[in-house]
């Protein structure tokens, strides 16, 4: 493995354990209607979970983006667009990061991870808390997944192509 992909990947592990403990976190939320400062702690315990988890993904972009493409975008809206870089392949240097499937997933974390950088504890909606925790690893999940497949495409010695398949 490529220290590139060894970093990569602790940046992943990282991320990955923040996104369980905030779906752990979610299903401990007491189901009777807990006193404010415990319904506090436990959203904003959960929120912030989740948006270590996307940044953690986005700093897994980050070093793709500097390393392999030789840049990271640096306007106002920075993120959106490292996100959406990942997502295009750059002629000459690598096929795209992640499935479009991903997009969507990836721009509701980073969207939510906006509002609760913005929002203070108490304004947290406990349902949307509660949802972005329960889906948070398996979008992590698949993340990790797409950029073992993306190693594995740049990585390839040239002139190997994968088997094909005959039927």
Known sequence: MSPLFAEIRAVLDTAEAEAVRAERAARRLPRARADALDQWIHLTAMASGIEHAYSG???AFKII?????????????WHARLCALMFTPVPGRRPAVLPAALRSELDDL???RHRVR????????????????????ATVAKVRSALRAFESAVTRPPGRRKPSRRV
């Open 110 to 112: 980073r969207a939510f």
């Open 57 to 59: 993904l986005e700093q």
């Open 118 to 137: 913005n929002l203070y504890g108490s304004e947290l909606a406990a349902d949307v808390v509660k949802e972005k925790a329960a889906r948070a690893p």
């Open 65 to 77: 983006a500097a390393e392999i493409d030789g840049a990271v975008p640096t306007a106002d809206d």
